[in-house]
Nanobody
């Protein structure tokens, strides 16, 4: 059974930075695509960023492009989301997700098989 544990959330002022981490356990991490999603109060869960199993392909939501970077360290079984120039509208619970089937990342949550518990990010104005 795969388990994903996120960390790194917190309270930051607008314009600040945070680094989220997601550590996977339970299976081989290297052959899986992964993604970050977020959900703000009263809103649907939305795609933030994705990375393919071979790290060669990444994708971002338009709202975070140029500000966020998704990275993965296969040796550490860890996925990262580097968030810069944070805005109040980035406030949400952030979730990492793992897709066990081969292939690339997807921006639709239904394509992912395992999810972390989420970590809160709050950006004050």
């Amino acid at each position: 059974q795969e388990q994903l544990v996120e960390s790194g959330g917190g309270l930051v002022q607008a314009g600040g930075s945070l680094r989220l981490s997601c550590t996977a356990s339970g299976r081989t991490f290297s052959n899986t695509a992964m993604g970050w999603f977020r959900q703000a109060p009263g809103k649907e869960r939305e795609f933030v960023a994705g990375i393919s199993w071979n790290i060669l392909d990444t994708g971002y939501a338009d709202s975070v492009k140029g500000r966020f970077t998704i990275l993965r360290d296969t040796a550490k079984n860890t996925l990262y989301l580097l968030m810069n120039s944070l805005k109040p509208e980035d406030t949400a619970v952030y979730y990492c997700a793992l897709r066990i089937r081969s292939g690339g990342w997807y921006s639709t949550s239904g394509y992912y098989d395992y999810w972390g518990q989420g970590t809160q990010v709050t950006v004050s104005s």
